[in-house]
RNA sequence: GCCCACGUAGCUCAGAUGGUAGAGCGCAUCCUUGGUAAGGAUGAGGUCACCGGUUCAAUUCCGGUCGUGGGCUCCA
């Protein structure tokens, strides 16, 4: 038998025979600890098992365990382990439907008429465990799909004959593993031995193919890293973000509320959060004043004919609350604030000369979500927009853009977003307008990211139907993203309410409409906030920045002035002047994640100052009651960055 | 909206094969006056989410409603 030449990426090629494994050739290329390593192999742009055949020459990168891809190949193997245990402890009732590698993990999904308990997944795992100690292969087949559909229909396994049905291929391959059998794509891991450290984290329900029409299956999430020592680090850091569960915190810190009697996914703003809030609205306002847009206000409800007129009504319909009668007129709760501003626009004739309009409002709307939808303040029916639209000429647009992109990120940079992931959104099946314009607008777009010097990737086809639109999500500090800002350029609004402005050449023309909103919502935006922050935010927009605390009763008068004297100077102070001892104020002072405490025994009452202590444990020498003042006011000039 | 789980004091949670309930924290009062993460005592506080059914008796069992959570789905 002739030889091929077998190369990894980079590196000398060996000589083996024609028909040699992958597995076998990369015994010649890589070192036996390397070799330890490897899951699987790229070939070209596809990853392919080690038991793959090789008939010709081949440059083979090989696929570690500890890498992306290879975490991929182990949480997909994991996976059908998992199948395999759930069906050798529930027998032939269970049904498999999918079983992928996702972020962080894995799920398969069943059918099976009982629910999983916790305890049934102490034992999915322990079999899970028994499986792959065993050793053993996974072995790869390809048959014709006829002879598939009848082996799965025999076990009435009816999802992978849909699967099969669907692919619309001659063959499939199927992976087994002990006696277990699967239809899979593959690839997998060469042996069950790699699978030594995972945890199953959770069930849900999912829909068959993710439509709600057909059966509900029970999904399995699980985890898997190729060392206890990684898993344990991700068990950690989801314990980490448990913590800073903006539910909780929420809670904790006093910020926010719910209340049965009112509704779901209406917030009761407490006095702390309402502070936090007040901060935040006020920074947003300056900083748009600064930029030189002007605010508006408007109602909360409309007569229905604007939404007709808008189209709300029709495309947006299922997500309006319905009407009211007021005088016999129907009317309705606004979901958008857009109609609104477009009025403020027809309030006068407009000319060419005064563009750009920038108009900016805090915008309170109300959205139906489906109530499985609603989640703490991320997703709600009731919040407030950082909305504003800007009217302008063709011509200035991409300006437009790039002045939005530099305010967006100014003020996502000053409240600690730095980190980015941006999209473009290009022009759906369905739109409206005309193809220059979309042609332009989209170029407009891209043209203002590219001088701002940001890096983004299109979505294809992903644009709203009146125009394409730039998202932009931003990370936080547990490297979660978050989609929060969104600029959009709109033909149909404009078209609709037969917007005009009067050109240089004197005739009427329509203006372009860009909606833009930078943290999305105040409701949302929180919540990204205090999990960014774990609550414990930056002197100036934390709700309270100091807290005084006495040591015994004797300093309590003086405790009071200082309260006083700092209120009075537009601190935000709280005063804690129980009867209870140091180590009990502080403790939940830290609690509280106040950044100052300041300290009030017999010397300072004497000296007329405070000893400050900070978040971090650490104290700073005492300073007099002006000095702190200026210094905490220092340190908000500085965070707000105005 | 759908599937599953859950709903007990302000908070976090325990509890009984069906006989109207407990802890810690917090709160109140008193003692204590203590310099950098919980001093002590006493006490108040619950229609066991809501409505209905079964039962001599329901917080406990059953049904429904509402809410919360994990997902699915949705987010022109």
Redesign the pocket.
């Known amino acids: 038998m002739s030889d091929i030449a077998v190369s990894v990426q980079d590196g000398e090629p060996a000589a083996v025979p024609a028909n040699s494994t992958v597995q076998e050739a990369l015994s010649k290329l890589l070192s036996n600890k390397q070799r330890k390593r490897v899951v699987a192999a790229k070939v070209g742009d596809s990853i392919v098992d080690l038991t793959t055949i090789l008939t010709e020459d081949t440059v083979l990168s090989p696929i570690m365990i500890d890498t992306p891809e290879g975490l991929d190949v182990l949480r997909h193997s994991t996976a059908h382990i998992m199948a395999h245990a759930v069906r050798d402890l529930f027998g032939a009732d269970v049904k498999v439907a999918i079983g992928p590698s996702i972020e962080n993990g894995f799920y398969y999904d069943f059918l099976r008429s009982e629910?999983f308990t916790p305890e049934d997944f102490e034992k999915i795992e322990a079999r899970m465990a028994e499986i792959a100690n065993q050793n053993l292969p996974f072995i790869r087949t390809e048959i014709a799909s006829s002879d598939a559909t009848r082996a799965f229909e025999a076990e009435g396994e009816k999802y992978k004959v849909e699967l099969i049905r669907d692919l619309q291929t001659d063959a499939v391959s199927l992976y087994s593993v002990g006696g277990f059998q699967d239809l899979c794509r593959g690839p997998h891991l060469p042996n069950t031995s790699f699978i030594k450290a995972f945890k199953l984290l959770?069930?849900?329900?999912?829909?068959w193919r993710?439509?709600?029409k057909n059966d509900?299956l029970?999904?399995i999430?699980g985890t898997a890293f190729f060392d206890a020592k990684e898993l344990k680090k991700y068990l950690n850091a989801l314990e980490e973000a448990k913590k800073r569960d903006h539910?909780r915190l929420g809670?904790e810190l006093q910020l926010f509320t719910?209340d049965?009697q009112i509704?779901?996914?209406l917030i009761l703003w407490q006095p702390k959060g309402a502070q936090l809030r007040r901060l935040i609205e006020d920074y947003w306002k300056d900083e748009h004043y600064r930029h030189d847009y002007d605010l508006l206000y408007t109602p909360h409800i409309a007569r229905q004919d604007l939404w007709k007129t808008?189209?709300?009504l029709?495309?947006?319909g299922e997500?309006m609350y319905s009407g009211m009668d007021i005088d016999e007129v129907r009317y309705q709760l606004k979901p958008?604030n857009?109609p609104f501003h477009i009025g403020v626009y027809k309030s006068d004739k407009r000319s060419y000369r005064e563009f750009p309009l920038r108009w900016c409002e805090l915008g309170t709307v109300y959205r139906y979500?489906?109530?499985?939808?609603?989640?703490?303040l991320l997703r709600v029916r009731g919040f407030t927009q950082d909305d504003a639209h800007i009217f302008c000429r063709p011509d200035q647009l991409e300006d437009e853009i790039y002045n939005i992109l530099e305010l967006n990120l100014h003020i996502l940079k000053n409240f600690g977003f730095a980190d980015y992931d941006i999209y473009l959104s290009t022009r759906p099946e369905k739109y409206v307008g005309s193809d220059e314009n979309w042609e332009a607008a989209t170029n407009a777009l891209k043209l203002a990211l590219e001088k701002k010097g940001l890096g983004f990737e299109i979505d294809p086809g992903e644009g709203?139907?009146?125009g394409p639109k730039i998202d932009i999500k931003i990370k936080d500090q547990l490297g979660r993203a978050w989609q929060c800002s969104t600029i959009q350029v709109d033909f149909?609004?404009p078209e609709r309410f037969k917007m005009t402005y009067v050109g240089a050449d004197n005739t009427e023309h329509q203006p372009i409409m860009i909606h833009r909103a930078l943290m999305g919502s105040l409701e949302r935006f929180i919540g990204v906030l205090i999990e960014h922050y774990a609550g414990a935010f930056p002197l100036w927009f934390t709700p309270i920045q100091a807290r005084i605390m006495n040591?015994?009763?004797?300093q309590a008068d003086y405790g009071l002035e200082v309260y006083e004297k700092l209120r009075k100077a537009g601190l935000r102070i709280e005063k804690d002047l129980r009867?209870?001892?140091?180590?009990?104020k502080?403790?939940e002072a830290?609690?509280a994640k106040i950044p100052y405490?300041l300290?009030?025994?017999?010397?300072?009452k004497e000296d007329g100052t405070v000893?400050v202590?900070l978040r971090d444990?650490k104290?700073l020498p005492p300073m007099s009651i002006a000095e702190f003042a200026a210094k905490v006011q220092e340190e908000v000039q500085a965070g707000r960055g105005i």
């Open positions: 629910p959770r069930v849900a329900g999912a829909y993710g439509d709600e509900v029970q999904r999430y539910r809670k719910t049965d509704g779901p996914g808008s189209g709300h029709d495309f947006y997500n958008m857009c979500e489906r109530a499985g939808a609603l989640h703490g709203v139907f009146y149909n609004l040591i015994t009763d004797d009867n209870e001892k140091l180590n009990y502080i403790r830290q609690l405490m300290i009030i025994g017999d010397k300072e000893t202590r444990g104290n």
